[in-house]
């Protein structure tokens, strides 16, 4: 049931006006900060009141102005809106303490554009979140690419801009060629955008329009996947490697926060909202999709055991991670969905850990190399104690989130009518694969002699104000392994799952 209520416009009100702020309050450090706490609290505190609404089966919806019959800036908080809507905002109140003291530990110039396009991406994360049709996701997805563009070239060097303009070809680019087309070609075929809210197994498309028309409505589909880059989908994945010329806390903005979540939600908000359970199935786009999935999983892992450089073994980790969210939503079953949804959330706090856990070696070393951090988990045993927690969590052992997530995506695979064993065996493969680019990390931190001529005592933990979120943020991954109904519910919420 949808309830009309303005109150939905109050987080993106907020993460607007944020931005201006920070801009304002630029040379007044402090302050400037400040806002980005203040804000971010606020946006988290917002969002979470919608909680019992959500919970009891109610969905807020609030439009703001049509363009034209069936194209509005609509938004809404059903349990998939509220999932993304509070990560983001909750988790930016960590990346701000973090930010602080990676920004003023290194000394970084432009740091009040930083800030500020920092924020306006929490904006647009926010309004991706509580998009109520494809017309509102699609001009919130731009902003989210448009603002972050900037963060990647941050350093203003020619290896900074050469992994922006990559990083915008590739966003900016898939969106125009792919994504406008599939809007106009669903408004076409449907004479609507806005999504069927309160159920997964119908879709925009009326039963009349994919019987007549089924080859356009898979032509529509296989756009919008192409278009919505940002999930990282093989061959759609090669902005991310290169974004992580960016300061490691915009890579953890990108791969936990704002702009890889951004992407899996849009994927799964298009699958189970723009096409719904009945049309995947009766259409066959169910399980080339999830085999699209499993071979980035597989791919990605392989790739990220090659790299020694540690931002590239976490970014080629994120590429692999976030197909697990497509493969869950894509098999339309309820264990599958469920453990699919939930990654999006078990994944944001896990990788978050990991990118803090990198920018607080790099402060504390100035070392990249994987190679080269033997023994100094000796030195900074609550940066690395955390990292091993997130890693446990990628590897999906429990009592870690991603085990979770993990488990009811097997189940979801083992449960369906025509057992899938290449996606069984691609999910297992996946595991070895991950522990195999994680473990020798945390091994070499605490278990090896330091090399030969590196004396360890130079080294001390990085300043508080990053070691805190990451020893916080780890903590929570476990805590979502030992209460997964926290965002599970939310889920079932949407998906009317018992």
Partial sequence: MTVETPKLLIPLIITLVAPFLVMVLGKEQNLRESVSFAASAL????????????????????????????????????GLSFLFAFIAPFLWIFATSYNIGYMRSLKEHAQTRYYTCF?????????????????????????????????????????????????????????????LPAMVLTYCLAGTLDFPLGSWTQGIFPPEVVAAHPNLVRLTYVLFICGLAKAAIMPFHNWLPSAMVAPTPVSALLHA??????????????????????????????IPTAYAAAFTIVMA???????????????????????????????????????????????????????????AIYVASHLKS??????????????????????????????????????????????????QFILFVALLLSTALNAGYFVPIF????????????????????????????????????????FPWIFQDFIKAFGGFK
């Fill in 43 to 78: 946006t988290a505190l917002v969002v979470l009141s919608f909680a019992p609404m959500v919970l009891s089966g109610q969905i807020p919806h609030y439009t703001l102005f049509t363009l034209l019959p069936g194209v509005t800036v609509s938004f809404c908080m059903d």
């Fill in 301 to 359: 892992s392989f790739i990220a055991l090659t790299k020694d450089d540690i931002k590239a073994r976490l970014a080629y980790s994120t590429v692999s991670q976030l197909s697990y969210v497509v493969i869950g939503v894509a098999l339309v079953t309820p264990m599958a969905v469920q453990g699919g949804l939930m990654h999006i959330g078990h994944h944001a706090f896990s990788k978050i850990t990991l990118f803090f856990g990198a920018g």
């Fill in 119 to 179: 924020s306006v991406a929490i904006f647009g994360a926010v309004g991706v979140a509580t998009a109520a049709n494809v017309f509102t996701l699609y001009l919130f997805y731009e902003i989210i690419s448009v603002f972050t563009y900037p963060l990647v070239f941050h350093h203003q060097d020619e290896e900074g801009f050469m992994g922006g303009r990559k990083y915008l070809v590739y966003l900016m680019g898939t969106s125009k060629l792919f994504l």
């Fill in 370 to 419: 994987i190679k080269k951090l033997n023994g100094l988990g000796r030195r900074m045993p609550w940066t690395f104690g955390a990292f091993g927690l997130a890693s446990l969590s990628m590897i999906g052992m429990p009592p870690v989130c991603g085990f979770v997530s993990k488990w009811y995506l097997v189940n979801g695979v083992l449960s369906l009518t025509d057992p």
């Fill in 443 to 482: 091994y070499r931190a605490f278990f090896l002699k330091p090399e030969p001529g590196t004396d360890l005592s130079q080294y001390k933990e990085a300043p508080l104000s990053m070691v805190v979120p990451l020893v916080f943020t780890s903590a929570v991954s476990v805590a979502l392994g030992l």
């Fill in 257 to 286: 926060v704002a702009v890889v979540k951004a992407g899996v939600f849009s994927v799964s908000r298009i699958i189970l909202s723009g096409f719904g359970g009945t049309t995947m199935t009766d259409l066959g786009l169910s």
